[in-house]
């Protein structure tokens, strides 16, 4: 027993998450009535979404807060890269929609869900969540918010003293190594979450959706294995796809698996840390990424909205 423990703990993640993927889909298939393994996802899921709001307050106004005139964060040149992968990923989603057209059909709602009136309530919406209370944009995960009100602490505490700003960053160095703890479970969340999936929904059921799932994976690795590299070339100059394949493996693994983009924020900034990126810019990005920058939703929501569209003109 001590040797398997040992040989588990010296494993990579990687391999260790893949274990977790191959135990939760067995038994998914053979024991789908074991329900209480399904809840070792809801649990890894609930512990990181719980402390990713703190932690990216604290990382964001620990990070500014540091931040000392004439350092180069490259900001201006990461949200142009946000805004540009996230509309690259929207647009082949549609054009692979077009090519291959699909169809979902919907079940009836009980509840009606009221669209914006236009634009105008849609930045009035996006301007009220910017100014929602601290601790309540904290407690709803309100990213927006939360974001805001980051910027605006790190941005006065380059005022206080140094033992304050050692107190943030103190905050922040704990948060981070609770985040480090939960992402060690990662394995045994990514069994329950794919236990669960398998054992809910059943491999029959889940090939009903087999041309829909397939475009959407294909879409998704186009957009990652070919666009992302085509951005990355065009900035780096160099073969991008070492740095875009290391982070798949290590990123895109538990972004597929957990569906949050809130969840993943801790093993990007794991990730970026390894990678020895400037913590003065990876720090603000990554939260700042979470919700700018999300081309698997980007490719999800346009799939999934023609779909349903193409179901309601075809009856």
């Known amino acids: 027993m001590k040797r398997i423990i040992r040989a588990w703990t010296k494993a990579s993640l990687i391999k260790r998450i893949l274990i977790g993927m191959i135990f939760g889909s067995t038994l998914g298939m053979l024991f789908p009535n074991l329900t ?7 649990l890894f899921v609930g512990g990181l979404k719980a402390i990713a709001p703190i932690l990216v307050f604290t990382l964001v106004a620990n990070a500014l807060s540091q931040h000392q005139k004439g350092q180069n964060t490259n900001m201006k040149t990461v949200i142009f890269l946000y805004l540009l992968g996230t509309f690259a990923a929207a647009l082949v989603a549609v054009l692979a929609s077009f090519l291959l057209p699909v169809q979902i059909t919907l079940t009836s ?74 992402i060690n479970l990662a394995p045994f969340g990514i069994l329950g979450l794919v236990f669960k999936t398998i054992s809910d929904k059943g491999i029959a059921s889940l090939a009903n959706y087999g041309v829909l799932l397939g475009l959407l994976i294909a879409t998704m690795a186009f957009v990652a294995l070919i666009v992302t590299p085509l951005i990355a070339f065009l900035f780096m100059r160099k073969n991008p796809y070492p740095l875009v394949l290391k982070c798949l493996r290590v990123s895109g693994i538990t972004a597929f698996f957990t569906r949050s983009s809130a969840a993943n924020i801790p093993v990007n900034m794991k990730l970026c840390q390894d ?14 990424g979470s919700t700018i920058n999300m081309a698997g939703a980007a490719v999800t929501i346009n799939v999934l909205t023609l779909a349903a569209v193409i179901h309601s003109e075809s009856r």
């Not at 209480?36 to 809801?42: A, E, F, P, R």
């Not at 990678?275 to 700042?288: A, C, M």
């Open 36 to 42: 209480g393994i399904g809840l070792l996802g809801d």
């Open 109 to 182: 709602a009980n509840t009606e869900v009221a669209a914006p009136d236009g634009i105008g309530q849609v930045l009035s919406n996006l301007l009220l969540k910017l100014v929602d209370n601290p601790l309540n944009a904290i407690v709803e995960a309100n990213y927006i918010g939360i974001l805001s009100w980051a910027v605006v602490f790190g941005l006065a505490m380059r005022e206080a003293s140094k033992h304050s700003k050692e107190l943030l960053k103190t905050m922040a160095d704990v948060t981070s190594k609770i985040v480090e703890w939960i």
């Open 275 to 288: 990678l020895g990126l400037n913590p003065d810019t990876y720090s603000v990005s990554i939260p700042l």
